[in-house]
């Protein structure tokens, strides 16, 4: 059975973040977010959002499923995912679903009727959670102009550790690297530090024989860890006003 045509859309790409009748307010056009909102397979919005791993590029599900099928690598970036069974490797991101539904209007009503519609022409049950979801009562203009800026701006509960990294130096032989410019982040406590070393990597475009070690106060933290753990396990000692503090730096490999 082919699986439902979710992934490839067609959107206006005119339209706004934010509405108003008035003139003088501010709108952010919805084609600014593309680079974080769209599926780079399908060019379409992102549904079922999910990341790989190893590298933390996002798709629709089924479109890196289907990439997978002929290939391990990520379409973006060329990494390994994983030598024969990639798809051990990818995770749905919902967080990021949930705000590509806020931003884009209706697009989850419209998935939903997809959805209902491919099951139906094939003469088989929806599937109960797209039954069961009430339908959205319609939006009217007064609701859009209060509900965008928090749907674009808001984030999630869930996303909950707020970090601060500080670097504190490469060891010698280390060089050519771009300075982390962004140093408070933002992200879910179910991370770990596997994904906290993929962003200082890709932000600061390192080199992959060079070795990134993350500290959290005199504790050399392990990759598995996750940062909701290590703020639970250091305590306020971790905090500086609120921020988990980690301390990383850059060191090459031992080499035998």
Known sequence: MSSPPLGSRSHDTSTNISES???????????????????????GFLIDATTITECLHTFCKSCIVKHFFYSNKCPTCSIVVHQTQPLYNIRPDRQLQDIVYKMVPFLEDLEREQMCKFYKDRGLPVPKPVVL????????????????????????????????????GAEEGISNFKPLERRYVRVSGEATVRHVELFIRRKMELSPTCQVDVVCGDHLLDHYQSLKDIQNSMGEDALQDGLLVLHFGLVLPNLP
Do not use: G, H, M, W
């Open 133 to 168: 979801s009430p339908p959205r009562p319609p939006i009217t203009k007064r609701q859009k102009k209060d509900s965008y800026p928090q749907s674009v701006f808001t984030i999630p509960p869930e996303l909950d550790v707020s970090l601060l990294l500080e670097f504190v």
């Open 21 to 43: 009748d008035s003139d003088d307010e501010s709108k952010l056009p919805l084609n600014q977010f593309y680079p974080y909102i769209r599926c780079a397979l399908c060019c």
